[in-house]
């Protein structure tokens, strides 16, 4: 079963900072999506990445693809209080076909 | 917009109640989930239908039954709620699923929270 860990695991900031979340695996996703998930709402789809060092740009959030499709980052630049949330990565393992879920990111950004 | 509604945003039941949680997508989507979540546990898989009065068991689908008699609607049926099924319950509908496909995105609903006392 292929996995992926997000780290860090929890992230606290204060307002204007960089941040930067991972997702790794040590196998091959043909894409991997991002979420945000607010407190008390479901997940929302930013991005899916789908080429190898593809690099996708939403706002200040840049979402890389590593160039072998086994990670992917998540940079936040200046962030602000609206960007707190879960991040989660998520893509199909190929063996089982399930789509599986990253271990979250939890961002806190202080005002 | 791909729009995914849940029948209830918060939820309040006793032990021992069976409880109905719909959810209904507008996009024609083949595939339909259920997952809860709870704190430090993640998103875990409890069904998902791939097909009209088709199901498959997810990770913890002890507790729970599912039904999809119309492509548009999936509900999640707990039969006897218990306190441990306490949480916050996700609806979410794709495409058909394929390791190769660039379009695997799942568009969830708001959540239903449900508590059992």
């Known amino acids: 079963t292929q996995l992926l860990e997000q780290s860090p695991q929890f992230l606290s900031i204060q307002e204007g900072e960089n941040l930067t979340v991972y997702c790794n695996s040590s196998?091959?996703?043909?894409?991997l999506q991002w979420y945000r998930q607010e407190p008390g709402e479901g997940p929302v789809l930013l991005v899916t990445?789908?080429?190898?060092?593809e690099v996708k740009k939403l706002k200040r959030l840049t979402f890389q693809f590593g160039d072998a499709r086994k990670d992917s980052s998540l940079h936040i630049t200046a962030a602000q209080p609206g960007d707190t949330g879960l991040y989660l990565c998520a893509g199909v393992d190929s063996g089982t076909y399930k789509y599986i879920f990253g271990t979250g990111t939890r961002l806190k950004v202080l005002a | 917009d791909v729009k995914v509604t849940q029948s209830s945003r918060y939820l309040v039941k006793r032990t021992g109640e069976k409880v109905f949680l719909e959810c209904v997508q507008d996009?024609?989507?083949?595939?339909m989930f259920w997952y809860r979540q709870d704190p430090g546990l993640g998103l875990r898989l409890i069904y998902f239908s791939y097909d009209v009065k088709m199901k498959e068991k997810g990770d913890i689908p002890e507790g729970y039954s599912v039904s999809r008699e119309k492509k548009e609607r999936f509900s999640l049926i707990l039969e006897s709620a218990s306190t441990n099924q306490t949480s916050m319950y996700l609806c979410?509908?794709?495409?058909?699923?394929?390791?190769?496909?660039?379009?695997?995105?799942?568009?969830f609903g708001p959540g239903t929270r449900l508590t059992v006392t």
């Open positions: 979410a509908s794709s495409l058909p699923l394929l390791a190769e496909s660039p379009t695997n995105e799942q568009y």
């Open positions: 196998s091959v996703f043909s894409s």
């Open positions: 996009m024609d989507h083949e595939n």
């Open positions: 990445v789908v080429t190898g060092g």
